[in-house]
């Protein structure tokens, strides 16, 4: 409960913060719309030359695309202006600022920035994904909404920690950027649908680096292809990354030497 | 022109010592963005002529489409090398005081600083070119690619000064990062980094060209690779100096504007 009053002010002042800078406030509005647009425009122009990508139809893959929209609207909005900082906060010391305050480090990292400009975003994946899903061709259950929900959500969270996976090391390289260009290099596996992976790829980014998880399988909720068992192995799988990311932030937390380290 | 060049050649070397500096991350970020987009790329066409049961596609095989992807995905690097920011941070933190006290040219030494990555991620295509000519038949021929190399690095002027206009908005704008990206993605799209122009409906295909951004990635990628082309190399290389004139004048005007806007005391 603590925590979540915490939430809310930090909510109140990102907005705040976020209305001081009308200019930006406005462009990445328009930045985002433009980006997803032309993503949808690129499959779109596909689907002129196919029928199929992999064994996804048109109304699947209009379905996934707009899911990464709904993803990237929660994970701009909540994680990716906090993960961004890290490497420069490592490297300045101005992570004592966290180490200070009476209140769990990561949490407070993780959460100080909510970027209210991108909420709009969010608000646009809505709507365009609650589009895409009246064009499928079979019908679901208000569960697998559900269940989808709940694996985006999941996905968001799992992406942060893979992010975080490639900023931690900055505690023992003090590289300006981390490792952080390696994830956005692999950008396209994950904007692109599973369908067109063969197994050796399909295995080293569900299991090794989960990329799948975080777009394709939630997608996959609705076209009947994951199955329950599935989902709560991908549950488990997102707890013990995130295990492993707290390990490995302690670990860097007793590597850092605060000021210019 | 001696000072200019001078100005260019120091401002290239201090930047190259930064990249080297932190070489492992330089090339692994390359290595691995680059091979991503080619991988998915291969994997999404092959799906698609395997379905289709085609060996051509718009002019393209399999193979062809390939080395496009791959010039294509290293062109797209040397023209945005520098991420946003070159000018603008020097703006937003007050870093401008010291080039407009030191008696240098800032735009010169700017452009020289956004070549440094350009020229390592050339180097690259240029070995991979020779690659490809020998384990993918890629039919290149040496007049093609000077020709090409000739308008890549045009392209990379032309986009700098392009990018230059939005960095200079800094002197009004509180944040200018969003703008800088939105023209990437644009430039991305109508350049054919995501698709070939050629597959493009008629009506986008027309349109996109009264913008200068397929003639920055589409066309050079198609005389580099020695594909038949709609433009010839030195009408390509016009509109290259068109757009250059155009963006410098507008370069010069924002930047006479801004100089008077500019506090010098950071945000």
Not at chain 1, 227 to 237: D, E, F, N, R
Not at chain 2, 115 to 144: R, W
Request: net charge positive.
């Amino acid at each position: 409960m603590r925590y979540f009053r915490l939430y809310l002010h930090f909510i109140r002042f990102s907005f705040t913060k976020a209305l001081q800078f009308r200019f930006d406030f406005t462009f990445r509005i328009f930045m985002d719309l433009v980006f997803h647009t032309l993503n949808l425009v690129f499959f779109r122009i596909l689907f002129n030359h196919t029928t199929l990508i992999g064994d996804w139809n048109q109304s699947q893959v209009t379905l996934f695309v707009t899911s990464f929209i709904l993803f990237d609207g929660i994970y701009m909005t909540v994680f990716a202006t906090n993960a961004w900082w890290l490497p420069e906060h490592i490297n300045k010391g101005e992570l004592d600022y966290y180490l200070t305050k009476p209140v769990s480090p990561l949490f407070f990292f993780s959460f100080k920035e909510f970027a209210a400009n991108s909420l709009m975003n969010l608000f646009f994946g809505i709507a365009i994904f609650s589009w895409a899903l009246t064009q499928l061709e079979f019908s679901f259950h208000f569960f697998q909404l559900l269940l989808y929900i709940l694996l985006i959500i999941n996905g968001a969270f799992l992406y942060f920690a893979m992010q975080l996976l490639m900023y931690l090391p900055t505690f023992w390289t003090q590289s300006p950027r981390g490792f952080d260009m390696l994830l956005h290099g692999l950008d396209p596996i994950l904007k692109y649908p599973i369908s067109i992976q063969k197994y050796l790829m399909r295995t080293v980014f569900t299991f090794l680096l989960p990329l799948n998880i975080v777009l394709s399988y939630p997608a996959k909720i609705f076209f009947n292809e994951a199955p329950i068992k599935g989902v709560l192995i991908i549950l488990v799988c997102t707890t013990l990354f995130w295990l492993f990311i707290s390990w490995l932030w302690r670990s860097g937390i007793r590597q850092y030497s605060s000021a210019s380290s | 022109m001696k000072k200019n060049l001078n100005i260019f050649i120091h401002a290239f070397t201090i930047e190259l010592r930064k990249v080297f500096a932190y070489k492992l991350e330089f090339w692994a970020s390359f290595i691995f963005s680059t091979a991503a987009m080619v991988i998915v790329s291969y994997l999404l066409w092959q799906s698609i002529f395997e379905l289709n049961q085609v060996s051509q596609m718009k002019g393209y095989t399999l193979n062809a489409l390939i080395i496009y992807y791959f010039c294509i995905a290293i062109t797209h690097k040397i023209l945005v090398s520098s991420g946003m920011g070159i000018i603008s941070r020097d703006i937003y933190y007050g870093d401008l005081n010291k080039y407009l006290l030191y008696p240098v040219n800032y735009q010169i030494f700017k452009l020289g600083t956004y070549f440094t990555k350009s020229l390592l991620y050339l180097s690259v295509l240029l070995i991979s070119l020779i690659g490809f000519q020998i384990f993918l038949s890629a039919n290149l021929n040496f007049l093609s690619i000077v020709q090409g190399i000739i308008l890549i690095l045009s392209s990379t002027v032309t986009f700098f000064f392009l990018t230059s206009i939005l960095e200079l908005l800094a002197f009004w704008a509180d944040h200018i990062w969003s703008l800088g990206i939105m023209i990437r993605s644009v430039m991305a799209f109508c350049g054919g980094f995501m698709i070939p122009l050629s597959f493009f409906p008629e009506s986008i295909y027309n349109f996109i060209h009264y913008t200068p951004f397929p003639y920055l990635l589409y066309y050079p990628i198609k005389l580099l690779t020695n594909q038949e082309s709609s433009y010839s190399f030195f009408t390509i290389f016009s509109i290259h100096l068109f757009w250059i004139i155009v963006f410098y004048i507008g370069q010069q005007l924002v930047w006479n504007k801004g100089k008077y806007k500019y506090t010098g005391v950071g945000i």
